[in-house]
């Protein structure tokens, strides 16, 4: 009988050994699954982010073309031209830029509320100018704050384009 306990003792550390192996085992693959899992949705939210900070490039490319005849256009050129029409283009990229403002944030300001807050004056002023020369030096100034804002969108966009490739890139096993 004690060789029977004793073969059964043995039997069952062996088998309490092969189970903590096997538990082991699984908890690694689910480690690798987990990490997996967290790439997967990090690159989602990149993606998701290059895809607004694209619908926004958009938006500004189509600002900058509509404004470009206030900037270079004499004043007596002008006329004629709708620029209540024009407004609600730069009108639509401020509320674009405002709805994704927290892409820009810094400790120090946020750019986007800054580009908001002056683009939006420029426009009021826009809107309500009678005269062919206002309106072409404030269609200049808001085509100058547009293009001013173009390289911190750039920049953003950038950014983001290579944190989607980094997370993209597999990682080597340890």
Do not use: C
């Not at 683009?119 to 547009?146: C, H, M, P, R, T």
């Amino acid at each position: 009988m004690e060789i029977a306990m004793a073969v059964l003792s043995v039997v069952g550390t062996l088998a309490s050994f092969y189970g903590a192996w096997v538990a082991w085992k699984q908890a690694g693959i689910s480690k690798s699954a987990a990490a997996l899992a967290g790439r997967i949705k990090e690159q989602l939210i990149n993606h998701r982010r290059t895809s607004e900070l694209s619908e926004l490039q958009v938006h500004i490319e189509s600002t900058k073309r509509t404004f470009l005849k206030y900037g270079s256009a004499k004043p007596s050129s002008l006329t004629g031209i709708n620029h209540s029409a024009d407004a609600e283009v730069a009108l639509e990229f401020i509320h674009k830029l405002k709805s994704l403002r927290d892409y820009f944030s810094a400790p120090e300001a946020n750019a986007a509320d800054d580009a908001f807050d002056e683009i939006g004056a420029e426009l009021d002023k826009f809107k309500s100018a009678k005269n062919s020369k206002d309106i072409s030096e404030i269609g200049g100034a808001i085509l100058n704050k547009v293009v001013m804002f173009s390289p911190v969108l750039k920049k953003e966009l950038t950014e983001q384009k290579l944190s989607l490739i980094h997370i993209s890139e597999p990682t080597r096993p340890e």
